[in-house]
Structure formats: structure tokens, C-alpha cells
């Protein structure tokens, strides 16, 4: 079995380490609390998987919670994540030596990779990935034969697998302009894209056999931290003790008074 090469070396440079944590993992303070939405799983390329049509989920940020009108918003952090990745087997099934290409790419501009609400769209970028099971230059090669025995290195039964991800991308600066009044109700945002994934065998010349199992899916993740201030609570007075007894000597006093009235007119 031959060592197979992918792309991940190739990517590690591209992969966004943030020192957030992502969906509310902090906890709440007397200031603050965290709200979230997400759909997939980071680096699973079996969860959420990307429709042949495209992507388009929506998450819900849910509205700020007054208590009752004892808390008053004061303050709306928006951190907005996502990530793509895309994993397969292309095996080569017959005897003829086989070259295997695979690429996950955003081909449209109409249809970019993003997330928006109502009133902001922002963009994560484009993809464009590949990788090949050789990737031999025709131009290092004095003739065609040499070139193409190096190319077409998959024999049978042999496999090449490719590897791609993003890596965890934040993007949330754009969101930083919401109005944070608008999370007095329910927030929705939209998460689309198409995301082309292409796999091929080649032979050099007769016929081509091969099998493929591929798969790409997408994750996203928001979360709105919320920062409030607590309304001061009503202040109920309460009698001191002194109060109390001088109260209860001009109720004997008054009821005294009636008696000793009482006792005149009658």
C-alpha cells in the first residue's frame, strides 16, 4: 500500500485557533449572560452534512430577558463561527494504474459561504481546496512515459483519501454594528453557501475503474453575550419597634377616651 499524500500539512496554516470559547462554555456573571444557537459538529464530515443544493440553516439568538423589567440591556457581544470539512476514499478497483484528484470548492458568486441577519451580511471567504494522489510536474520529465509511470501511482486495490478543512473561522467583527436593540425579540441568522465537492480517477490509456465515498459538511455556531444592568428593587418601609409601641399607647388612650365619653352621656 502506497503512502498516500493529503493536504492537511498543507492547511494547518489556514486553521484560525481562537482563545474564545465557543457556545457559552463561560459561565454567567452578575453582569452578563450568554445565549446560543448551533448546527453540525467542528470536523465531523458526517454531521450536517452539506445538501447537493446547497447550504441554508438558520440559528435563533433568543431575545434579551428582562425579569419582569428588573434588568435593562445595556450591551450585545456577537461572536459568529463556522468551519467546512470534507473527507474521502478514492480506490482504485482494476489493474491499470490510476491518478485520483479530489477539491472542494465555493465556484459561484452568487452563491458565497456566509451568514447574515436582517440588517448584515458577512462573508467568510471562498474555498478552494485540492489534492492529488501525485503531483508530478511534466516539465521535470524527458519524456512523456517517465512522466506518466510517476503520475499514475494508484495500482489496484490501492487508495487515495483526501482531507480538507477550514478550520474553526471566527466572524464577528461585521456583527459588532447590530443595533442591540433589536435583541429585544428573537434574532435569526441565516448560514448559506454551495460548496462544490469534484473527485476523479484518471488512467493513462484503456479502461477506468474506480470507487469513491466522500462527504463534506459545514458548522456554525453563534452566540450573543449580553450585558445589563439590575434595576434597584422597591423599598418597602418598616415600623421600628418604638414606632410600633407608641402606636399601640394611642390606640388604649383613644379607646379610653370613647369609654370615658360613653360613660358621661349615658
Not at 485557533?17 to 448551533?38: E, G, N, Q, R, W
Not at 483519501?161 to 441568522?189: C, K, P, R, Y
Not at 462527504?215 to 450585558?227: C, D, H, K, L
Request: hydrophobic fraction near 40%; glycine fraction near 8%; proline fraction near 3%.
Amino acid at each position: 500500500m502506497k503512502k498516500l499524500f493529503t493536504a492537511a500539512a498543507l492547511l494547518m496554516a489556514s486553521i484560525n485557533v481562537l482563545a474564545v470559547p465557543i457556545v457559552c462554555s463561560s459561565a454567567d456573571t452578575a453582569t452578563t449572560y450568554c445565549v446560543s444557537d448551533k448546527y453540525g459538529e467542528h470536523g465531523n464530515t458526517q454531521d450536517a452534512q452539506v445538501p447537493s443544493n446547497g447550504l441554508n440553516t438558520s440559528l435563533t439568538i433568543a431575545a434579551f430577558d428582562d425579569l419582569g423589567g428588573t434588568r435593562t440591556l445595556t450591551g450585545v457581544v456577537i461572536n459568529v463561527f463556522g468551519s467546512v470539512d470534507s473527507a474521502g476514499t478514492i480506490k482504485n478497483n482494476i489493474a491499470s494504474p490510476t491518478y485520483a484528484l479530489a477539491s472542494v470548492a465555493t465556484p459561484f458568486t452568487f452563491a458565497p459561504w456566509q451568514v447574515k441577519t436582517n440588517e448584515i451580511t458577512s462573508e467568510f471567504g471562498a474555498l478552494d481546496f485540492s489534492d492529488q494522489s501525485s503531483d508530478v510536474v511534466r516539465a521535470d520529465y524527458d519524456t512523456e512515459e517517465e512522466y506518466n509511470a510517476d503520475k499514475y501511482n494508484l495500482n489496484q486495490d490501492d487508495e487515495f483519501n483526501w482531507d480538507f478543512t477550514t478550520g474553526l473561522i471566527e466572524n464577528s467583527d461585521a456583527f459588532s454594528a447590530l443595533d442591540i436593540s433589536v435583541f429585544n425579540s428573537d434574532v435569526m441568522f441565516n448560514y448559506s453557501g454551495y460548496f462544490q465537492t469534484v473527485f476523479e480517477g484518471q488512467i493513462d490509456s484503456g479502461n477506468a475503474n474506480y470507487s469513491t465515498i466522500g462527504s463534506t459538511a459545514s458548522f456554525g455556531a453563534v452566540e450573543a453575550i449580553y450585558t445589563y444592568e439590575t434595576s434597584a428593587s422597591p423599598v418597602t418601609a418598616v415600623p421600628e419597634p418604638v414606632s410600633i409601641l407608641m402606636f399601640g399607647f394611642g390606640l388604649i388612650g383613644l379607646s379610653q377616651t370613647r369609654k370615658a365619653k360613653k360613660c358621661l352621656i349615658g
